[in-house]
Structure formats: structure tokens, C-alpha cells
């Protein structure tokens, strides 16, 4: 147990690691999942229509909601797992799938605004494995950054019906559209978070979050960190080498 840990925070850690180390596969984490969560469908199965996955705090909120509010019919999307598994499963099971990405430095510094149990390393450890698992499933998914998924999604889902073939409707950033998105967001996070976290937690930009933020992005600096933190920086660098987008 680290200095200054409770048994809560130590058990916190302890299962996001072992999340972890499961969710490299499928096999293993998708009967655990659903065993525990047996009606809902977030994890990617053959009946999945879309597979729309990234590091915490990419974007994934916004893709899913925004995705899902322009469709004709009910989307089965994967979403919110966090893990490789996900896209393992979609290539497996041909699914188109998207991944998002987003600069580890805001993506992580926001994530442990969220997650107050982890240390830096932890978490930045946690966006390596993340990426470098899936990295070799390279040309079965669409690479979405960050800045373009929430400004341009419609231009993502287009390339996502070019590489698929599919038909998708288009999310078109419309001012009216955006704030629809972000209200959905809001709606989804005040039914399920306590009042005391919502700022902390809810998915659209908030105060609370940006002042928690800014203590993490100190820490970032820090030379103890300095080559999980280079490693991070170049998967980031290797995955927006991936993206079919100029941003």
C-alpha cells in the first residue's frame, strides 16, 4: 500500500490494474463483463453495428451521444470499456470501429481529475497499454484525434462509411446540434453522478474539473515520470500518424 492510501483508494487501483490485464481478451473479459452487467449491450459482439473506443476523457461521451442522436434507428455501439478487447472483438467480428485519441498530457490530466485514486504514472502507464495492444489492428479502424472529433464529427463518420462501406448518418456540428449533445451528456451524468461530483465527472468542459486538472498538469512535468510519459507522447505521435485527418 502506497503512503496515505485507504484501503478504498488501494482497492480502486488494484481493480484497474487487473481490468487491465484482462481486457487484452476478449475471451476472458466479456463473459466477467456481462456476467456482472447483463443488459448492456457496451461491450462488441457480432451484433454490434459500430465499436467507438479511446483512452478516458477522448472525446468518447461526445462520440457516442453525437453518433447515436443523428441515426434513423437504434445503434448497437460498443463504447466506454476502455480496453483493447473492443477492438480486438471488432476485428474479429468485422465491425467498423473508430478510435479516438487525444494528447496524453490533457487526456490523462483529465482522466485522474476523474479518478483521484491513481497516480500519474498509473494512469499514463494505462494510455501506453492501451494504445500500444491495439496497435498492430492498425488498418481495421478509423483514427479519430480529439480536436476534430469535437468540432468535425461529421467528417469522421463520413471516413468511417468510406473505409466500411456503411451508411452512417453524419453528425453535422451545428451550433443547435452541439448543444443538444452536450445537454444529453449533462442529462446522463446527473441521473447517475452524485450532485457533489457532477463537475468533476460530467464529460463536457466544466470549472471544477479544469482547477483539478490544472494540479496533474504540474505534475506532468515531473522528471520522475519522464519516460513513461515519452512513451505516452509517442504512441500519440504514432496514432495521429495514423489519421486519415489533417488537423
Do not use: W
Amino acid at each position: 500500500m502506497f503512503s496515505g492510501d485507504s484501503i478504498r483508494d488501494t482497492f480502486f487501483r488494484f481493480r484497474y490494474h487487473l481490468r487491465n490485464r484482462i481486457g487484452h481478451f476478449p475471451s476472458v473479459y466479456f463473459p466477467l463483463y456481462n456476467l456482472i452487467h447483463p443488459r448492456t449491450p457496451h461491450c462488441t459482439s457480432r451484433k454490434s453495428d459500430i465499436v467507438i473506443e479511446g483512452f478516458p476523457r477522448s472525446a468518447n461521451s461526445f462520440a457516442v451521444t453525437a453518433f447515436a442522436m443523428v441515426q434513423k434507428k437504434p445503434m448497437r455501439i460498443a463504447h466506454h470499456r476502455h480496453l483493447p478487447a473492443q477492438i480486438i472483438a471488432a476485428v474479429k467480428y468485422c465491425v467498423p470501429a473508430i478510435v479516438l485519441v487525444r494528447n496524453p498530457k490533457d487526456a490523462v490530466s483529465s482522466f485522474l481529475a476523474y479518478n483521484r485514486y491513481l497516480r500519474i504514472d498509473e494512469a499514463l502507464r494505462g494510455y501506453v497499454y492501451f494504445y500500444d495492444t491495439i496497435d498492430s489492428y492498425r488498418d481495421h479502424f478509423v483514427v479519430a484525434p480529439f480536436d476534430v472529433v469535437v468540432s468535425e464529427f461529421d467528417r469522421v463518420i463520413r471516413k468511417v462509411n468510406e473505409v466500411f462501406t456503411t451508411s452512417f448518418e453524419e453528425f453535422v456540428p451545428t451550433e443547435e446540434n452541439m448543444k443538444k449533445c452536450r445537454e444529453m451528456i449533462k442529462k446522463y451524468y446527473r441521473e447517475r453522478v452524485d450532485s457533489k461530483e457532477y463537475e468533476s465527472q460530467v464529460a463536457v468542459p466544466s470549472q471544477a474539473r479544469e482547477k483539478l486538472k490544472s494540479v496533474f498538469l504540474e505534475d506532468f512535468s515531473s522528471s520522475q515520470i519522464l519516460s513513461i510519459r515519452s512513451q505516452a507522447e509517442d504512441i500519440y505521435s504514432k496514432f495521429i500518424s495514423y489519421s486519415l485527418f489533417d488537423n
